[in-house]
């Protein structure tokens, strides 16, 4: 780790911050906001446009150098300048508003357009700017997703999770009854690092993934939606190793936070299809705030993510992210499973 690229932690921070702000505004709104758009899935696309505005329009503001502002996002505005796209292109623009009064409609547009690198310089940034659509719309868990992608390894993630609890005995599966979520920052060889208040002008306190150890219980966590993981090789793989307990089950990121943090001992994202390849935004800032906490993020044939191929993981399938004393035992059960050779 540089001290460079530290210095670029400070301005990620402030982006996926605003960006968490922001956002849980729309969310909260979202009924209105359908119903003037007349479209039930407009509060999150109003919300993932002006999110990935604001965060290229903070880097942009906070960092010096234009080559450490390149952004691998995963909207792009061309749809939104549509004469039919009028009342959400009005609607991210009011919301960038609230934070930069005087931001111009063309600003914005701009902004969410900057977010167009390929994925082929030696170090860029990687955005979701709201990971768990289904979850925001359910009024549940979401994330914001920073990552910094150095050669191919992520050496920088800032994870916003407007609705996750600090406190580890809250229901996951309601908002922050505080109403400011979390906040983490990873930075390679650095640690892992929670935010209180979800400010990132308060002193971060570190977080660990605690080991796991034989004889004790398997706690896991895995994604509402059953099109993001193999269900039934995921039950087949716990059973292997006497898990009983269903998974705690929340939308986005936010997983990797609560392995990170010590709330859960494994999340698994096993392969739907031979052919799919998971896309680097979903996992680069989680996945690092998993490792620097102590925990164990590799596929499911126990190689490490390799981040160093464009926008997707393309020699990788799977995602296995454990903590350490349980990671082998996971991977040995799928390459026992076959899932290496599926």
């Not at 002006?50 to 450490?68: G, K, N, P, S």
């Amino acid at each position: 780790m540089t001290g460079h690229t530290m210095t670029l932690l400070q301005p990620a921070l402030e982006a996926v911050a605003t960006a968490a702000a922001a956002t849980r505004a729309v969310q909260a709104s979202r009924e209105d906001i359908s119903q003037h758009a007349k479209d039930d899935r407009s509060p999150v696309t109003v919300a993932d446009y002006a999110a990935q505005a604001i965060v290229a329009m903070v880097l942009a503001e906070r960092i010096t150098a234009a080559e450490d502002c390149l952004v691998v996002g995963e909207e792009h505005a061309a749809a939104l300048r549509q004469d039919d796209h009028t009342a959400i292109r009005e609607a991210v623009v009011a919301v960038v508003r609230t934070w930069r009064p005087l931001t111009s409609e063309d600003d914005v547009l701009q902004a969410i357009d900057a977010c167009n690198h390929d994925g082929s310089a030696n170090a860029y940034w990687t955005l979701d700017p709201v990971d768990g659509t289904k979850g925001f719309l359910r009024g549940q868990q979401y994330a914001i997703a920073l990552g910094r992608i150095e050669r191919g390894q992520v050496t920088l993630g800032v994870l916003g999770c407007p609705n996750l609890p600090i406190d580890c005995g809250a229901s996951l599966s309601e908002p922050d009854v505080l109403g400011c979520g979390s906040l983490y920052a990873a930075a390679r060889g650095e640690g892992a690092w929670e935010y209180p208040d979800a400010s990132p002008d308060q002193t971060p306190v570190r977080i660990n993934c605690t080991p796991w150890t034989p004889g004790h219980p398997v706690r896991t966590c895995a994604s509402v939606e059953a099109g993001h993981s193999n269900r039934s090789d995921t039950d087949t793989m716990l059973t292997s190793i006497g898990v009983e307990a269903e998974p705690v089950r929340l939308d986005s990121q936010a997983k990797y936070a609560v392995l990170a943090r010590g709330q859960a001992d494994a999340y698994l994202r096993l392969p739907t299809s031979a052919e799919y390849r998971e896309k680097i935004w979903d996992h680069a800032a989680g996945c690092l705030l998993a490792e620097e906490a102590g925990g164990i993020v590799t596929d499911v044939c126990g190689n490490p993510l390799d981040f160093g191929h464009g926008s997707r993981l393309e020699v990788n399938r799977g995602i296995i992210a454990a903590a350490a004393g349980l990671h082998p035992r996971l991977v040995e059960a799928s390459q026992s499973m076959g899932l290496c050779h599926a």
